[in-house]
């Protein structure tokens, strides 16, 4: 992962955190571990935060050639199955018998990718002034968001010198209609 941070107008950019990115046979297919993917991009991200890094946006770099299905719920229903699997094999030939190569990259020209994960000012600096009352009030704007409670409170944490039960707690009591003085 790559933070990349405007500075005086110019792009500086960083290597937040490295992971092996490798597929796993189960059965007859090879499928890529997308759990342990899932795992690393959240260290990563927790790796950013820890370093002060406020994040703005995330971007993701593939090659579209494989996906996972995902039921109405928004849920992965399995392991997307990897392009190296068997079921592929022979398909790139099949399909230049029908489409010439040059026909093919005439409209569709490979090109490199390069992704960055935007950062603003640290958040040390961002959420400084905040308030314990702020911070709350934040977390219940989250929870009107569809933020559970707890997720709430530790998400308006972040960046902030409270911790996720004191947040907790001051969002409480302003759900009562009490302030702490």
Known sequence: MIAGTLTDGRLEMEEIHRFP????????????????LFSELKKGLKKAASRGLKVAGIGIDTWGVDFGLIDRNGDLLGNPVCYRDERTSGLPEEFFEEVSPEAHYAGNEPRGEYVLVMAGAPA?????????EQAAQRALELTGEGYGPTAAAKAAAQGTPYSKSEVYKQMLALQAGETEE
Request: aromatic fraction near 12%; hydrophobic fraction near 35%.
């Open 124 to 132: 040390a600096e961002a959420e400084e002034s905040l308030t314990l």
């Open 21 to 36: 990115n490798h597929q796993e046979r189960l059965g007859n297919h090879l499928y890529w571990d997308f759990p342990a």
